[in-house]
């Protein structure tokens, strides 16, 4: 059971990032995968989530209508769009996973696999 997570770079502010999360070894079915992210100094804070399945999503407040999480059920991945990107939005993300019935949350005590982080840096 793995999560490798990618996409991560050095963008502009008003850019954007895709990060994607792969899963192996399992299927995402009846899953809920959240992304977080870990500012240096600051604690990991749930971004978004996704139902893979019934497809609920949520997303923490200053990212919502900028951020998108979706799914690609061929691949067993979920990407997450990040457009108008602000330099409040450096950190290091990470893709999660929990097994719910039909909802998703972004509280990082809900989840217990993890994948690696990926390092997304917003600077001009």
């Known amino acids: 059971v793995q999560l490798q997570a990618s996409g991560g770079g050095l963008v502009q502010p008003g850019g954007s990032l895709r990060l994607s999360c792969v899963a192996s070894g399992f299927s995402l079915d009846d899953y809920a995968i959240g992304w977080f992210r870990e500012a240096p100094g600051k604690e990991r804070e749930g971004v978004s989530c996704l139902h893979f399945s019934d497809g609920v999503t949520q997303h923490l407040d200053s990212v919502r209508g900028r951020f998108t999480i979706s799914r690609d059920d061929s691949k067993n991945a979920v990407w997450l769009q990040m457009d108008s990107l602000k330099p409040e939005d450096t950190a290091i993300y990470y893709c999660?996973?929990?097994?719910?019935?039909?909802?998703?949350?972004?509280?990082?005590?809900?989840?217990?696999?993890w994948g690696q982080g990926t390092q997304v840096t917003v600077s001009s």
């Open positions: 999660a996973t929990t097994r719910t019935y039909d909802y998703c949350s972004i509280y990082v005590h809900e989840y217990f696999t």
